[in-house]
């Protein structure tokens, strides 16, 4: 009899099945609720109720916000210039006065951004092209890893290295109203964790854009990076090739009508590759920015689950289905708990 139990207290310990427990059979009790016709159309009806009044209140902060979208990348190339890559490539000072007509009312702070399209800042090697340890300490000035072909220029190290900081945005916008210059500040236009933990306040710019080839922007070697906030932005790279990056804001309020006159320097190239350029002024509302796609997306969710909700409800009126008995299933029969 001993020998019978050694025996079979062996092949247990030998046996690879698991010791048994409620949790590991998933018999644990468990709340498996049955999909009947009133538990769906309360459902439906419920997402309806919740979705709807958030899309409209969606939608009306959107139309709240005040836009004005302004392209001048084809009317700031003189009538008599056929190749525009020439032009914008030619050394010198390319001023352009454009006019802006207020369509609205707009409260401050007003946020002045430009906007780019077909430009491609995802393009992998154009992602890849800076060096961060660079760019937030001065002891890794000479880290250049990842940089070319912006690396060096006459065996001297770039700072700060790379093709995003090569191809800064260098078009200049002053804006007046009655030949009154509104104030585009520049303070605080860059997120903060930015400025303070991945641009160092103790690199300065060294040997940038003086190669052969300008890519973009110049830099003041006086002022270290984490104060160059034009330079903070445009390093965070959009995921899209139609993107806008802010450039400034001001504190000042517009009347409707108001003629805002604005002049502008076309130094950057977007011509060699058809891009776009744009000057926008927009405000803002408790939902961001003008963007209609969030509200339109739960109108249109609460819509379907509101027509789904009265369909299967008219359904289950005209030609009601008779349900099943519950106490057939079987978690019911033979409840693991129990």
Known sequence: MENTDTSTSTVRRNSKR???????????????????????????????????????????????????????????????????????????????????????????????????????????????????????????????????PEDFNNGSVIVPCGLIAWSLFNDTYSLSRNNI???????????????????????????????????????????PLSEQEDLIVWMRTAALPNFRKLYGKMEVELQENDVIDVTLGNNYNTYSFNGKKKLVLSTTSWLGGKNDFLGIAYLTVGGLCFFLAMAFTVVYLVKPRQLGDPSYLSWNRNPGWR
């Not at 698991?18 to 949790?23: A, E, N, V």
């Not at 609720?33 to 899309?55: D, E, K």
């Not at 906007?115 to 090697?125: A, E, I, S």
Request: with cysteine.
């Open 181 to 223: 210059t509104l104030n585009v500040s520049k303070k605080d236009i860059s997120w903060k964790s930015d400025r303070e933990h991945k641009f160092g306040k103790d690199v300065y710019p060294k040997n940038f854009q003086s190669g052969g080839l300008i890519g973009g922007g110049i830099l003041d070697p006086n002022i």
């Open 18 to 148: 698991p010791r048994y427990s409620k949790f590991t059979q998933q018999e644990l009790p468990a709340c498996k609720p049955i999909l009947t016709p009133r538990w769906v159309i309360s459902a439906f009806m419920l997402i309806s109720i919740v979705f709807i009044p958030i899309g409209v209140a969606a939608l009306f902060a959107s139309r709240d916000v005040v836009e004005i979208v302004d392209r001048y990348d084809s009317e700031c190339i003189p009538a008599n210039e056929t190749d525009k890559v020439k032009y914008i490539q030619t050394p010198g000072e390319k001023s352009c006065n454009r006019t802006l007509t207020v369509p609205k009312r707009m409260k401050p702070p007003i946020f002045v951004y430009y906007q780019l399209d077909n430009f491609y800042q995802n393009h992998r090697r154009y992602v890849k092209s800076r060096n961060d340890q660079q760019l937030r300490d001065s002891k890794e000035a000479n880290s250049v890893s990842g940089c070319k």
